[in-house]
């Protein structure tokens, strides 16, 4: 008799629990359409930019990670291939490798550099009267709106004896002849490094301005009451922790930037450039997107680039926790 009430109990437990399970679910599922119809109003609002957002943003970015696992010549309908084309990026395709390599060590350089540059001028420019600050401002910025930018750097970098450099070297016996800085291999990818810093100053510079002007005094004076006694102090231990949500931002645009570079190559030293050492996985990305249009192929250039630019936010994220501490 135990055993038989025992063996009954169980079954009315195992019952019990198997109506519990949709009532809870049904009882979620009405509490999140209560809160919706609560939120009504600003779920109105905000969903014409959900709609533009998926439709121009996402929806893009998963069609390119589907498309790269087909064979696509905009013409006919996509063909799986499953994972040639990744076998062909990193197997056969040799002028990736090597834009993959160049792309990495101009982030490399150009990312940390600009990152910290943008900070540190932004900090700095900060510290001066309101008038000379917006003077400043709009002089390190201004490259960064400029159109023709590039002819500055053309004109500076000609391969003849009227080039700016050349004439320099000439004239005070460091040169001979005129050098051909934006043909040879050797000297192309430093210059677009260059090129690159110089244009870096934009919408970080702009945010890290903002972020310092709206600061907390109070943090300040409570902080020297803490034991804080000098600048060094302030930045690590008040100003930067203040400023996350800019030097978040700040990192993305910069990052994007270093491994989305692709037009200052273009105009400097062509397309292709000699022995592709201006090449970078965008401009590759190019050639086969818009020029030979292997939709296929190029959504895998694409998939990689978007692998390399995640991986190296989320490793900046976890370094951007640890300031201040």
Not at 17 to 33: M, S
Not at 169 to 174: D, E, I, Q, S, T
Not at 206 to 230: P, Y
Not at 245 to 268: C, E, K, R, Y
């Amino acid at each position: 008799m135990a055993s038989g009430k025992s063996g009954t109990a169980l079954e009315l437990r195992g019952s019990t629990g198997a109506v519990r399970r949709p009532n809870a679910r049904r009882g979620n599922l009405a509490r999140l359409i209560g809160e919706i119809k609560r939120k009504r109003h600003g779920y109105t609002l905000l969903a014409p930019y959900f709609i533009l957002f998926f439709t121009f943003t996402a929806f893009p970015v998963l069609m390119a990670f589907a498309l790269s696992f087909t064979s696509f010549n905009v013409l006919e309908p996509p063909k799986w291939v499953g994972w040639e084309n990744y076998a062909n990026l990193f197997v056969k395709d040799e002028v990736f490798l090597t834009a993959v390599k160049n792309t990495l060590l101009f982030a490399a350089v150009t990312g940390p550099i600009s990152y910290v540059a943008c900070f540190f001028l932004a900090w700095l420019i900060n510290e001066l009267s309101p008038g000379i600050r917006s003077v400043v401002t709009l002089l390190f910025y201004a490259p960064s709106i400029s159109g023709n930018v590039y002819l500055i750097w053309q004109v500076a970098f000609s391969g003849d004896s009227f080039g700016y450099v050349n004439a320099f070297l000439m004239k005070w016996g460091f040169a001979m002849e005129p050098i051909q800085w934006l043909q040879d291999p050797k000297y192309m990818l430093p210059i677009i490094m260059v090129v690159q810093l110089w244009l870096s100053l934009g919408t970080a510079f702009l945010a890290f301005i903002a972020g310092l002007q709206g600061l907390d005094a109070t943090l300040v004076e409570a902080g020297a009451i803490d034991g804080i006694r000098n600048r060094w102090q302030e930045l690590w231990f008040i100003t930067l922790p203040s400023l996350r949500p800019m030097l978040m931002f700040g990192a993305v645009m910069q990052i994007t930037a270093s491994f989305a570079v692709a037009d200052v190559a273009t105009n400097l030293v062509g397309f292709p450039s000699p022995q592709y050492a201006g090449h970078t996985i965008v401009t590759h990305l190019n050639d086969f997107g818009a020029i030979r249009f292997e939709m296929g192929y190029a959504s895998s250039v694409a998939a990689v680039l978007f692998a390399m630019m995640l991986g190296t936010n989320l490793v900046v994220q976890k370094l951007l926790r640890k300031v201040g501490e």
